[in-house]
T-cell receptor, first 117, second 111 residues
């Protein structure tokens, strides 16, 4: 199984709503990532988890709250978002080999397209 | 900030032609990767080239890396309509896990 599954595929929410994006992989990868991508732009790194611990937070506003309940799951909790947060949110995973200290191939999900009204 | 800059921004070719796109980066790297993204979909890994490698092939793809010029190129030979996509280079120069993507090249292959 070489898939990263993201749900929901589409989400529309108001600025006062609380919602969550979910990501699951069963490849045994111990690194998981959230990226945000606006139209016609490259993906921007938001968070990285390694061994279920948050290792990188790219100064993301607190209205985005990541969670890694176990090695297969990654959530992104959303609260009080702004219309400018509308984007494609991509989850990815990779093998973890800290000994090499470089980032290998990332496996991406199809993304959750978020619209904030 | 973006580590990789790509050119051209857009490329339109006919089936059977070759497509070449370039990526430049600013600081030293461990490796450089290329990804493809079909419209509205997730990214798919194409190829990874390590800093001590100069050229790598995978099927119709050829990647070169020139660390002295801090640049890489991706060549797609004998292009097909299915190659229509955006192509991104990515580097992890800063530290582990911080894979950062270039601006991307949008390739359109017409039958």
């Amino acid at each position: 199984d070489t898939e990263v599954t993201q749900t929901p595929k589409h989400l529309v929410m108001g600025m006062t709503n609380k919602k969550s994006l979910k990501c699951e992989q069963h490849m045994g990868h111990r690194a998981m990532y959230w990226y945000k991508q606006k139209a016609k732009k490259p993906p921007e790194l938001m968070f990285v988890y390694s061994y279920e611990k948050l290792s990188i937070n790219e100064s993301v506003p607190s209205r985005f709250s990541p969670e890694c309940p176990n090695s297969s799951l990654l959530n992104l909790h959303l609260h009080a978002l702004q219309p400018e947060d509308s984007a494609l949110y991509l989850c990815a995973s990779s093998q973890l080999d800290r000994g090499l200290w470089n980032t290998g191939e990332l496996f991406f999900g199809e993304g959750s397209r978020l619209t904030v009204l | 900030s973006q580590q990789g800059e790509e050119d051209p921004q857009a490329l339109s070719i006919q089936e059977g032609e070759n497509a070449t796109m370039n990526c430049s980066y600013k600081t030293s790297i461990n490796n450089l990767q290329w990804y493809r993204q079909n419209s509205g979909r997730g990214l798919v890994h194409l190829i990874l080239i390590r800093s001590n490698e100069r050229e790598k092939h995978s099927g119709r793809l050829r990647v070169t890396l020139d660390t002295s010029k801090k640049s890489s190129s991706l060549l797609i030979t004998a292009s097909r309509a299915a190659d229509t996509a955006s192509y991104f280079c990515a580097t992890d120069a800063d530290s582990w896990g911080k894979l950062q993507f270039g601006a991307g090249t949008q390739v359109v292959v017409t039958p």
